[in-house]
């Protein structure tokens, strides 16, 4: 019986003892460190105006540039070359309107008169004059868009904008590569994009 009570005493000892620990919490020294917060930020930079216009204003030449390769267009790799412009920037242009909206970012309604010209000359060329015109257009334009799109996507902290320039940075590869399935990408052309990267 004696060494029974003891236990009781000692189990009921040690039980106090717990709870008192467990009232007092954790001894300031082991509190948990800060966790840095996540680069967010609802702030616009210029930039990222900027390339909301941009993300516009490509869809507002390429989505008709697109349609022009269906009915301008003398192969086959020119016609899926356009029908995957036509898919990429309807999507793209969808959400550049609903984020320019929601960030309350005005953005263009018409393309640039240079972006205006092209159109222009693909609606009157026809034939292999067509493919290696709607190539050398669409590839330079696609190549220039893409260092902003990796410039914007590397730095900015606006959550939307960021997912934009993903999304972007997808379809803009996208194209690359079947513009230059076509086959008809010339040095010259890849020269014109590669004197647009900044130095």
Do not use: C, Y
């Amino acid at each position: 019986m004696a060494v029974i009570a003891t236990a009781a005493t000692w189990l009921s000892f040690q039980n106090s003892s717990a709870d008192e620990s467990a009232a007092a919490g954790p001894p300031a020294a082991e509190a948990a460190p800060a966790v840095p917060q996540a680069a967010h930020s609802d702030a616009v930079t210029p930039l990222d105006k900027a390339f909301l216009g941009k993300v516009r204003q490509a869809g507002l030449w390429e989505i008709p540039a697109g349609r022009l390769a269906q009915s301008n267009g003398s192969s086959e790799a020119i016609k899926r070359a356009g029908l995957h412009l036509l898919d990429g920037h309807s999507k793209l242009d969808q959400l550049v309107r609903e984020d320019s909206e929601a960030l309350h970012v005005p953005i263009p309604n018409e393309a640039t008169a240079e972006q205006q010209g092209w159109v222009d000359q693909l609606r009157n060329a026809r034939g292999s004059a067509f493919d290696q015109l709607f190539v050398d257009l669409l590839r330079s334009s696609h190549g220039k868009v893409f260092i902003t799109i990796g410039e914007v996507r590397a730095s900015t902290k606006n959550s939307l904008v960021r997912r934009l320039a993903t999304q972007a940075n997808n379809t803009v590869q996208d194209h690359m590569d079947v513009l230059e399935d076509t086959g008809l990408v010339t040095d010259a052309t890849l020269d014109d994009v590669a004197a647009s990267v900044p130095k």
